[in-house]
């Protein structure tokens, strides 16, 4: 089963059911099920974080990430291969610093990244990317 990972934009819009929500609704129930095998960097949860501290408030923030550490969702944490690829995502391209660390660890799992967001576009061939 290969792995899938979720870009905040992934998640934000799977809490605010936006468009996209029902497809990450089913990865994560299929994750819940063994089915798939999702994956977010901690740099981009913390992207999550402050995206819903910023419009409500950090206790609610806090809740959000609380019930994401509740879901089959491996949070992984950063080391030097994965910020070495981000890094190298970044020099080479207009991509937000978070958002190069989930291409990062697509790239290096070998994983489908899971977005909405059109920064991504310049990646499309580099990575695998799943539209929402």
Do not use: H
Request: with cysteine; hydrophobic share 45%; proline share 2%.
């Amino acid at each position: 089963m290969a792995p899938k990972v979720l870009d905040s934009y992934a998640l934000m819009a799977f809490f605010g059911d936006e468009p996209g929500a029902d497809l990450v609704r089913e990865l994560i129930l299929k994750a819940e099920d063994n089915k798939v095998n999702l994956l977010m960097s901690v740099v981009n949860l913390g992207e999550v974080w402050y995206s819903i501290a910023r419009t409500t408030s950090p206790e609610i923030a806090d809740q959000y990430v609380g019930e994401i550490n509740g879901m089959a969702i491996e949070i992984v944490d950063v080391d030097w291969q994965l910020t070495r690829q981000a890094a190298e995502f970044k020099a080479d391209g207009n991509i937000s610093y978070a958002d190069c660390f989930a291409a990062a660890l697509a790239k290096i799992k070998k994983a489908e990244l899971i977005t909405g967001d059109n920064e991504f576009k310049q990646l499309d061939g580099e990575i695998k990317i799943s539209w929402i």
